[in-house]
């Protein structure tokens, strides 16, 4: 079963709107959550890191004004896409390290927010 | 020069054949190296994962890791249909923070 849970899965707003994307983690807890973005034919870009009882780290050339990232609780990360506008069309995912450290960076994924900006 | 270099494809084969995707990069302190498979307007989900140099292999899936070379591989034996999806390398040098490739389309026809 999903390990990852990621609602919404699709949806669509208009400029100047926020939405908000919620990222579960079903099977364990976790201190820290990575949120990426993908625009068609590119790669998985990591925006930000999520940190539970702390403020998220955002990766250079992400404004951590417009996307407002909370790590309330060590089960739930949620990604606020603030006054959104077209470019911020994307697919968001989220992600969750394995607690099995003897893995090294195993991660498990989210199914994705496919986020449309009208 | 992007940290990791995939071809994007796409990479169109028969049922039944062998494929081959690979993965350049070019920091030599990867260390853990994964294959993630991701159908369209899914996430990611992990197919294989190795540490540093050697082969791994599940099923009709192998690994392959080449750090003198910077090159990764992955093979999957009998492809079928079902096999077609994007195929993301990933990297890392430690813990949980995680470099893709851009990932190869897969098209296996019947």
């Known amino acids: 079963g999903a390990v990852v849970s990621q609602h919404p899965s699709r949806v669509i707003c208009k400029s100047g709107t926020s939405v908000k994307i919620e990222c579960r983690s079903l099977?364990?807890?976790?201190?820290?959550m990575f949120w990426y973005r993908q625009f068609p034919k590119q790669s998985l870009m990591l925006m930000a890191t999520?940190?539970?009882?702390?403020?998220?780290?955002?990766e250079q050339g992400v404004e951590k004004d417009k996307f407002l990232i909370n790590h309330a609780s060590l089960t739930l990360s949620t990604l606020t896409v603030t006054s959104a506008h077209p470019e911020d069309s994307s697919f968001y995912i989220c992600?969750?390290?394995?607690?099995?450290?003897?893995?090294?960076?195993?991660?498990?994924f989210g199914q994705g927010t496919r986020l449309t900006v009208v | 020069q992007k940290e990791v270099e995939q071809d994007p494809g796409p990479l169109s084969v028969p049922e039944g054949a062998i494929v081959s995707l690979n993965c350049t990069y070019s920091n030599s302190a990867f260390q853990y190296f994964m294959w993630y498979r991701q159908y369209s307007r899914k996430g990611p989900e992990l197919l294989m994962y190795t540490y540093s140099s050697g082969n791994k292999e599940d099923g009709r899936f192998t690994a392959q890791v080449d750090k003198s070379s910077k090159y990764i591989s992955l093979f999957i034996r009998d492809s079928q249909p079902s096999d077609s999806a994007t195929y993301l390398c990933?990297?890392?040098?430690?813990?949980?923070?995680?470099?893709f490739g851009t990932g190869t389309r897969l098209l296996v026809s019947p």
């Open positions: 990933a990297m890392s040098e430690g813990f949980q923070k995680l470099v």
């Open positions: 992600s969750v390290p394995s607690p099995n450290r003897g893995l090294g960076t195993e991660a498990f």
């Open positions: 999520s940190n539970e009882g702390s403020k998220a780290t955002y």
């Open positions: 099977d364990f807890q976790a201190t820290t």
